[in-house]
C-alpha cells in the first residue's frame, strides 16, 4: 500500500533567531482526507477568515483555526506525524553550521526512520530550495538515508507550492504545534495531537 507523505519546517536554521528547529512530517493512506479538512474548512467554519487567503500557514492563523486543524487531523485514522528537534545551541558541527542547505537535509533525513507501514511513499515537502541544485542535492540525499533505513522502501519526492497542497498546509500547523511545546513551552496544542505524533531529538 502506498503512503502519501507531506513534509514541513517551523523555526530557521540561522544562529540566532528561534532555539528550536522543527521538521515534521505528516502522512495518510489517502490524500483526499487531508484535502476533505481544508476545502471543509473554506466553505463553512472559517469560510470568512480565510476568504482572503491563498493558504492557510499557522502564523497566519486564529487559535480556533489551529485547534479546529489538528483535531480535525486526530479524527483521520490513518494519519500519523513524526517530527525532529533540532535543539540548535547543541549543534557543534561547523561543517554544517557553515552550509544551511547542508544542515537542512541532515536535519530532514532522520524522517528515513518513520514508522510507515509501506514500501512506497510518495513525499512532498514544501518548494522552500529555488536552485535545482539545491533540489537534486536533497532529493539524492533523502534516497540514499530512506535506503540505508529500510532497504526495500520505494520513495519519490515532489517539491510542492504548499498553496496547492492542503497536505502540505497541514503538516504546516502540525509542525507549529510541536513547535510552539519546544520554543514556547506552549503544549496547549500539542496535546490534541500527542498521541498521532512521534517526536525525536537529535543530540
Not at 12 to 23: H, M, P, Q, R, T
Not at 95 to 113: E, R
Request: hydrophobic share 40%.
Amino acid at each position: 500500500m502506498e503512503r502519501y507523505v507531506y513534509i514541513d519546517e517551523t523555526g530557521d536554521l540561522g544562529e540566532k533567531g528561534s532555539k528550536y528547529f522543527v521538521i515534521t512530517a505528516i502522512w495518510v493512506d489517502n490524500p483526499a482526507f487531508l484535502e476533505r479538512i481544508i476545502k471543509n474548512m473554506r466553505r463553512n467554519k472559517f469560510k470568512k477568515e480565510l476568504k482572503n487567503a491563498s493558504e492557510i500557514k499557522a502564523n497566519d492563523s486564529s487559535a480556533e483555526l489551529i485547534m479546529h486543524t489538528l483535531k480535525k487531523f486526530m479524527e483521520i485514522e490513518s494519519a500519523h506525524a513524526q517530527s525532529i528537534i533540532l535543539e540548535k545551541k547543541k549543534l557543534y558541527s561547523q561543517f554544517l553550521k557553515s552550509d544551511k542547505h547542508k544542515l537542512y537535509n541532515f536535519v530532514c533525513s532522520h524522517l528515513a526512520n518513520i514508522s510507515v507501514d509501506s514500501r512506497r511513499l510518495t513525499m512532498r515537502i514544501d518548494r522552500s530550495k529555488g536552485k535545482q541544485t539545491l533540489i537534486e542535492d536533497f532529493n539524492k540525499y533523502m534516497e540514499m538515508k530512506f535506503k540505508e533505513a529500510r532497504w526495500a522502501r520505494e520513495i519519490e519526492i515532489y517539491h510542492s507550492w504548499s498553496h496547492a497542497w492542503p497536505g502540505l498546509q497541514i503538516a504546516d500547523i502540525v509542525s507549529w504545534a510541536v513547535f510552539h511545546k519546544f520554543e514556547h513551552g506552549n503544549d496547549i496544542y500539542f496535546r490534541v495531537i500527542e498521541k498521532k505524533v512521534n517526536v525525536a531529538h537529535l543530540w
